[in-house]
């Protein structure tokens, strides 16, 4: 019933960008909290940033602050990541995740746990080269 489908992954060198889509379905998208989170080989799942309230809120990881962008189109029911000065450790899988059931409130608490979302997309491949 709900699905999260990642695109847009692909190779760029060091200092290149790239911009994440995930399109959802299968639940009200405007009332959720969903984020960003990436897995490189060898190392756990991490948290790369978070969005709530409508799209109004966003919360980072120190890694993504300054670079990276989060964002929704509540239109299309589209997550967005927008990533700009790309650097190798950036190369991981990228999983976007949902959780429709947030209180906004305390998102901030939690937002980094992937126990806390519901939902989670197939994950879409950035590999950053030197």
């Known amino acids: 019933q709900v699905r999260l489908v990642e695109s847009g992954g692909g190779s760029v060198q060091s200092g290149g960008s790239l911009t994440l889509s995930c399109g959802a379905s299968?639940?009200?998208?405007?009332?959720?909290?969903m984020g960003w989170f990436r897995q490189a080989p060898g190392m756990e799942r991490e948290a790369v940033a978070g969005i709530y309230r409508g799209g109004g809120s966003e919360v980072y990881a120190g890694s993504a602050k300054g670079r990276f962008r989060i964002s929704q189109d509540n239109a299309k029911k589209t997550l967005h990541l927008e990533m700009n000065h790309l650097k190798p450790e950036d190369t991981a899988t990228y999983y976007c995740?949902?959780?429709?059931?947030?209180?906004?409130?305390?998102?901030?608490?939690?937002?980094?746990?992937?126990?806390?979302?519901?939902?989670w997309g197939q994950g879409t491949q950035v590999t950053v080269s030197s």
């Open positions: 995740a949902a959780q429709p059931n947030c209180p906004f409130d305390y998102y901030r608490e939690w937002w980094y746990r992937i126990v806390e979302y519901n939902y």
């Open positions: 299968g639940y009200t998208f405007g009332s959720a909290c």
